[in-house]
């Protein structure tokens, strides 16, 4: 059984940092995609960023473009999501998913298994 483990979030200023990491356990994530998905209270859960099998490929929502960036240590079986220029809307759980393919998809059908989501929150 695939287990992933989100770790990386907290509190944090508007314009600060944070970095996100995905931990897999059970099973190899280097042949598949993966991707970071994030849910507002209130709001539906909504695509952030994915990442090839390789790495070589990378999606971003319009709305972290140029601030976030994604990341892959297939020796690790790990992901990481890169946060710059956090804002106050950037405030949501996290969540780690692997694909089911190699090419991350923008829809949540298009993801396997999922983690039980970290908290950021960022304040004005």
């Known amino acids: 059984q695939e287990q992933l483990v989100e770790s990386g979030g907290g509190l944090v200023q508007a314009g600060d940092s944070l970095r996100l990491s995905c931990a897999a356990s059970?099973?190899?994530?280097?042949?598949?995609?993966m991707g970071w998905f994030r849910q507002a209270p209130g709001k539906e859960r909504e695509f952030v960023a994915g990442?090839?099998?390789?790495?070589?490929?990378?999606r971003f929502a319009d709305s972290v473009k140029g601030r976030f960036t994604i990341s892959r240590d297939n020796v690790k079986n790990t992901v990481y999501l890169q946060m710059n220029s956090l804002k106050p809307e950037d405030t949501a759980v996290y969540y780690c998913?692997?694909?089911?393919?190699?090419?991350?998809?923008?829809?949540?059908?298009?993801?396997?298994?999922w983690g039980q989501g970290t908290q950021v929150t960022v304040s004005s």
């Open positions: 990442i090839s099998w390789k790495g070589d490929s990378t």
């Open positions: 998913a692997s694909s089911r393919g190699i090419i991350p998809s923008l829809s949540q059908q298009g993801y396997t298994y």
């Open positions: 059970g099973r190899t994530i280097s042949d598949r995609a």
